[in-house]
């Protein structure tokens, strides 16, 4: 089935640094790719997707390419601020038509001023 | 608009007790889903619906009951709780294109103690 592996937090980083959150997938075609934020104590937001290979995806500073040969969608932003401190998911939704998506477990980003 | 609303915020059950959680959506979408957010676990899809009067289970539907009687409302039923339902349970919604979904909206979320 498909599945979506994320490196495991927390990630901590002092503001300004740059931040890498890797993401790899397994799915058959071409599957949808997202990135979403959860703040504390909130639901879950779209911060960026990608529908197709090669396409990249920003938001808010972030940026993440859908990379069909390493079956890949990392997210990187080139400054982090401390208003960034959240968890971060990747989830992908399979292509050829379906409601159900597959997230990944998530990463804790922590950044100290 | 309100976006997705979802009640109570948190939660105390007794073991057997039931239940409903509530989620609506002012944005006509025509997809809602549920969730349950467990530690080191991500998402997990419980139950969604593609519409009015059409639903189907997800990735751990058992002990979970659901039904779509209008567009807005779709509240999420535990007959019987058990201490294995103590989770985080979040409401989603999108708008529907192509036979798939897209973007979700996603609730505040919805905290359960099962004692």
């Known amino acids: 089935g498909d599945s979506v592996t994320q490196m495991e937090g927390p990630v901590t980083l002092s503001e300004e640094a740059f931040l890498t959150i890797n993401c790899t997938y397994t799915?058959?075609?071409?599957?949808?790719l997202f990135w979403y934020v959860q703040y504390p104590g909130e639901g879950l937001q779209l911060l960026l997707k990608?529908?197709?290979?090669?396409d990249k995806g920003s938001n808010k500073g972030f940026e993440a390419t859908y990379r069909k040969e390493t079956t890949s969608f990392h997210l990187e932003k080139g400054s982090v601020q401390v208003s960034d401190s959240a968890v971060y998911f990747c989830?992908?939704?399979?292509?050829?038509?379906?409601?159900?998506?597959?997230f990944g477990r998530g990463t804790s980003l922590i950044v100290h001023p | 608009n309100a976006g997705v609303t979802q009640t109570p915020k948190f939660q105390v059950l007794k073991t057997g007790q039931s239940m409903t959680l509530q989620c609506a959506q002012d944005?006509?979408?025509?997809?809602m889903s549920w969730y349950r957010q467990d530690p080191g676990m991500g998402l997990r899809l419980i139950h969604y619906?593609?519409?009015?009067?059409?639903?189907d289970q997800g990735e751990v539907p058992n002990g979970y009951n659901v039904s779509r009687s209008t567009t807005e409302d779709f509240p999420l039923r535990l007959l019987s709780a058990a201490p294995s339902q103590t989770s985080v349970y979040f409401c989603?919604?999108?708008?529907?294109?192509?036979?798939?979904?897209?973007?979700?909206?996603f609730g505040p979320g919805t905290r359960l103690l099962v004692l």
């Open positions: 799915a058959t075609g071409y599957p949808s």
């Open positions: 989603a919604s999108s708008k529907t294109s192509g036979g798939t979904q897209e973007t979700q909206y």
């Open positions: 619906s593609v519409g009015a009067g059409i639903t």
């Open positions: 989830a992908l939704l399979p292509s050829g038509g379906s409601y159900i998506p597959t």
């Open positions: 944005m006509n979408h025509e997809y």
């Open positions: 990608a529908t197709k290979a090669d």
